[in-house]
């Protein structure tokens, strides 16, 4: 069975941390772009960043620039994201996501797995 299982989320100040990890069974995810994406209560889903296959290319959403950071580890089978500097508006449930083939994409509608959510919320 594919699965995708995300942890490490929690509740955290402004201006902390938190490592978000998805770790994969099922499937090897070499040959898969990946990428975290999020949904806050009200809004729609919306991609965060997303690492292509060998982790040479990256985007991220202007909103995150310079604060999140998407990385993989093919051998553990997992994506990470950290996310530094964290904003109450960064509050919301974060999915990975695989999709088949190299190129990295922020759009929902291109991804073929999800893993089920992990809630991070940003508040004092």
């Known amino acids: 069975q594919l699965q995708l299982v995300e942890s490490g989320g929690g509740l955290v100040q402004p201006g902390g941390s938190l490592r978000l990890s998805c770790a994969a069974s099922g499937f090897t995810l070499d040959y898969y772009a990946l990428g975290w994406f999020r949904q806050a209560p009200g809004k729609e889903r919306e991609g965060v960043s997303c690492?292509?296959?060998?982790?040479?290319?990256?985007k991220s959403a202007d909103s995150v620039k310079g604060r999140f950071t998407i990385s993989r580890d093919n051998a553990k089978n997992t994506v990470y994201l950290q996310m530094n500097s964290l904003k109450p508006e960064d509050t919301a449930v974060y999915y990975c996501?695989?999709?088949?083939?190299?190129?990295?994409?922020?759009?929902?509608?291109?991804?073929?797995?999800w893993g089920t959510g992990t809630l991070v919320t940003v508040s004092s």
């Open positions: 996501a695989a999709r088949r083939g190299s190129s990295c994409r922020l759009d929902y509608n291109a991804m073929d797995y």
């Open positions: 690492i292509s296959t060998t982790g040479g290319s990256t």
